[in-house]
Structures are given as C-alpha cells and as structure tokens.
C-alpha cells in the first residue's frame, strides 16, 4: 500500500484541567504556559486550562461534565443566563480551537486526563480510521516501555462525539491511570509528560517530510458500559467490583467471570455472550 | 527493672456509635454504615447498644468530601456552644445535632465509644487513629484488634499534638477512635479495602462485647507513630505546588525518612531532600484531600505505649 499524503499538523492544541481534579493535565499545562515555549520547530502550540473554575476548586465539574458538551447540538444551543458554566465554556473552546468541522480548527486537539482505572497509558480516539491518530499511537507504544499503552475507540461520529478532542481535526485523549483523583503523582505525570513528547516529536517528524510506514496495531473499541447492581428505591449500589476483576483493564472477561461482589457476599458473575475485555473506572 | 502496670476497673461501655460518610467521598464508611442502618444484623453485640450514623448526608449525597467546611474539623468548643443562626455553615450546624445526639462532649452522657470510618488515598493500609497516648481502654482495644488481624498489619497512629490535634466528629464521645484505611481514591469503592475496614470493626465489636462481659485484659504494650510534625508542598506565590512527593517517598508510609532522602521532585525534575534533624516515620503521604490544608505529609516518631490492664465493673 502507498503511503497517503496527509497535510501537515501546524497548529496543535494541548489541553489540561478539562476535568478539574485530574490533576496531571493540570500540572503540564501550567508548567508549559510558566515556560511559555510556544513556537517550536515546524508546530504552534497552544496550551489550555479548559475548565479553570472546576480546576480553581479541584472538581471534575461545576455544572455539567465539559468533556461531554462538545456534540453538535450543545455547541449550537442558543446561550442565557441559566445555561450552564461548561456549555457556556465549551463554546468559547468551541470558537477558540475550532469551530468544529470547519477548516479553522486546530490540526490537533490532545487533551490530557487521569483515571481512578488501572488503565495504564490509553490514548482515547473517536475513530480507529484517523491515520494521523493511530501512527501517533504506534510512536508512543514503541517508545515507552514502563507502562502499556493501548488505544480505546469510542467509535461515535463527529457530530455525536461529545468530548473536547472531537473539536480538531484530529482528535486525541491521552488518559493515565491509576491516579486518585485530586493529587498528583511524580510517576503518573512523568509518564504524561513523555507521552506528549513523544506526539510533539512524531508532530515534527511527520511536518518535515518523514514517511512512516503503514502496518498494524491493536486497539480496543467500545461496546457496551456494565452499571454497579443498584437498589430500585435507592439507586444506592448493591455490590463491589469483584476482587478479582478490580485492576484487571483490558484483561479478558469470558462468560462466567466474576463481575461483582455484593455486600452479603454474593459474587454476580459476567452473562454476556462473547468475551470482552474490561475497564474498570 | 519492672514497672508494675495494675488492671484499672472501668466502668462497662454501653452506647457505641459507628460514623461513616464524615467525609462524604469516603465510601468504605458510607457504604458500610448505610449496609447497617439497613440491616444492623452484623454489628449487633448483646448488652450494646450500637448506633450507625451517616454524618454528613448532604456531602455524602453529593460525594464531596465537605460542603461548606470539613465536619472533621468542626467540634470546636466555639462551633458547639455557638448560637444557632441561619448563616452557619452546613456542618457547623450539623456538628451542634451530633454533638446533641451522641454527646455532650465531656459530659456523662456522652457516648461511650465513636468509631468514626475514613479512607485515605495515602498507603497508610489499616490504620488506627488515637487521639491520647492514657486511654487505657483504646489501648487495649488497639491491642486486641492487631492480635486479630495479625499477619495483616495495622498500625496506631497517635495524633496527640497540641497544635496538629484537631476536633473530630469522633471526639465527642468518651473513647474515640478513629479507622483509617487506604489507599483507595475519592468517590470510589474498592472490596479490598471495604472488606479490612469492615473486619476491624467486628474485632472492635467483640472487644467490646468480651470487655463488657468480664473479661480481664492485662496489662499491655502498644507500638504507635507519634504525630510530631506537618510538611507541606513547595509553593509558588500563587499558593500552586511547584513540586510533587518524590517517587522514592510515594507510597513509603510508615517507612523511614532519614535527612538527606529525596522528599519532593520538582516540575522540572530536581530534588529537594529531607533536611530534618532526625529520622521520621511519614504518613498521610500525598492524601489528596491535604493539598489545601498545606500538608505532603506528616511527619511521626515511633514510641511504644503502655497500657494498664482493665477489667469491667457494672453499676
């Protein structure tokens, strides 16, 4: 197969504290706005807190999840005093890294999370036919070694897709885990720091002309979300996690796993038909 | 040389409460006490009365940790004796009902033991927290639950300090004792960690229940890490952190930290050691709800207690 011409990245947008407590994003991005290096070899980059009151009181959010005010009709959704902070932010994103779908937007919008789930080093796309995303994913994964890096593909339409990276170009999600929420760990951030470093670099060697070669990766696609067994009055979860799914992300789950474990002791096992494998946030 | 340590009598403790959800994202203890105001099978203790209680609802409900200020911090004499007005905070307000509920504090009719249920996103494992180094019966009680867990450790962290000591929820009652087990983060339930807490607090129940039955429990040592010190990020003027807990300090409670070990990693990656004249046992490392109470770490000094031994007498 030829290699197929893609137009350069030039302008790529790296984005933190779209989850206020999520801390790592966080922190890379305020030490790359204190650095202030912007213009580098062959890429602009644009640094951005996404959501600074939910950063300002270490929330996930005031409101509204920002990260999934970002579908078509919320960024058009016509703005009053009642609307709510994120879908007010998220259009003020909306006009500064894209508009969405139109030639304006950033080549690249990177958007850096954390996650309670031992998920290693995921990198979150809304499509697995974004050459530019999984050649990116192929860097990283040959290049770290210390943690395992992987693709998950959410698989939604750009219209439907609700999250900030869907607002460029291209679009990705650098996700990093095991992390509390609200702290910062030095491993966890070392990790997202090479992680960037890695995309800015196979960035400058795509703009300068480097050809990469076509092959193969494994990434993983969503299909279903499994909720806690709930009480019907309450809503209150019944159960944990099973002891022995908790940490096992994107370990396989066949038919009669354990899934969860109630609180009398009971162990709810896995009914689906094909096995899949499983993130556990 | 010996030191006699006697068997102190002491009156039987009736009335015990459990709390969770103190902090509302603390949900080993919010899960477990829900499960027991539901069904109070498994904490039921003949002669005891046992009261679980969520003590902070409305954060709880919203699974935040406070929300107007921490609960775990309110019982100040001033907050408890203050005047009810509409402008109080939440858990100020809410201090005045529990301390109604389960105290007065320092009076006698306050409750006789508060077990109060937290999680740490610190490695501190199972820890229990003491707030004097003289109360014979928390000895005794400590005592009896690392006999009961052993080989699975536990550790006694006695927070005794004039000035790091604070009001607890748990401090209105007559025995306080704190459980603190992690590392688990915020807003989330993990079995293991749910399963440790749930345990001790049986051993404690029948403690109790043995105690209040006439056994005589002798006279006994208690290894504790003796709170001394806070230590707080490096900031900028802003108030941000401008460095991280070291990865060779992360995760290392209850181990040493001897001065000149890496203590802090800065953003561009240099290291700030530990200056201290001595070696300190840290705990409550990188716990993410003590970034805004400007505390890393805190710093502890091994020390081995002695309890006298005790025996029940009734009215």
Known sequence: MDPVSLPALSCVALCGGTHGNELSGVCLVREQQRKKEE????????????????????????????????TAAILST???????????????????LGPKGSDGAMDLVCDLHNTTANMGLCLISNSDCDWICMHIYKHLQTNISSIPVRLLNLYTSPDESSNLASVGK???????????????????????????????????????????????????????CIDFPRDPETHDITAVIHPQLQDQDFCLLRQGDPLFLSFSGETEVYRGGAPLSSLCE | MTSLHSVVNLRDARKVAIFGGTHGNEMSGVTLVNMWINNGAEIQRSGLMIKPLITNPRAVEKCTRYVDTDLNRAFTPDNLSAPR??????????????????????????????????????????????????????????????????????????????LLQYSTSRSIGKHPIGLEVGPQPQGV?????????????????????????????????????????????????????????????????????????????????????????STVYPTFINEAAYYEKQQAFVMTKRETLTANGIKAYKI
């Open chain 1, 39 to 70: 213009e580098t070899e062959h890429v602009t980059l644009v640094t951005v807190m996404s959501n600074p009151r939910a950063v300002q009181e270490c929330r996930r959010y005031i409101e509204k999840d920002l990260n999934r005010c970002f």
């Open chain 1, 78 to 96: 016509p703005v009053s005093d009642r609307t709510p902070y994120e879908i007010v932010r998220a259009q003020e994103l909306n006009a500064l």
């Open chain 2, 189 to 277: 339930l993990r079995s293991n960690i749910f399963e440790s807490m749930r345990a001790i607090v049986k051993h404690a129940l029948d403690f109790i229940e043995l105690f209040n039955g006439g056994m005589e429990f002798q006279p006994c040592m208690v290894d504790v890490y003796r709170v001394s010190e806070k230590m707080d990020y490096p900031r900028d003027k802003n108030g941000n952190i401008t460095a991280m807990v070291h990865p060779n300090l992360q995760d290392g409670d209850w181990k040493p930290l001897n001065p000149g070990d890496p203590m802090f990693q800065t953003f561009d990656g240099s290291t700030i050691n530990y200056e201290g004249g």
């Open chain 2, 85 to 162: 007005n509409e402008d109080m905070p939440y858990e100020v307000r809410r201090a005045q009902e529990i301390n109604q509920m389960f105290g007065p504090k320092g009076s006698p009719d306050a409750y006789d033991i508060i077990f109060d249920l937290h999680n740490t996103t610190s490695n501190m494992g199972s820890t229990l927290i003491l707030e004097s180094s003289k109360d014979d019966f928390n000895l005794q009680m400590v005592n009896f639950i690392k006999q009961a867990i052993a080989p699975t450790s536990c550790s006694v962290l006695l927070n005794e300090h004039p």
């Open chain 1, 170 to 224: 291209h679009g990705l999600s650098i996700e990093i885990g095991p992390q509390p929420h609200g702290l910062v760990r030095a491993d966890v951030l070392s990790t997202m720091k090479k992680g960037v470093q890695l995309m800015l670099e196979w960035i400058r060697l795509f703009n300068s002309g480097t050809v990469f070669e076509g092959g193969e990766v494994e990434v993983h696609t969503v299909v279903k």
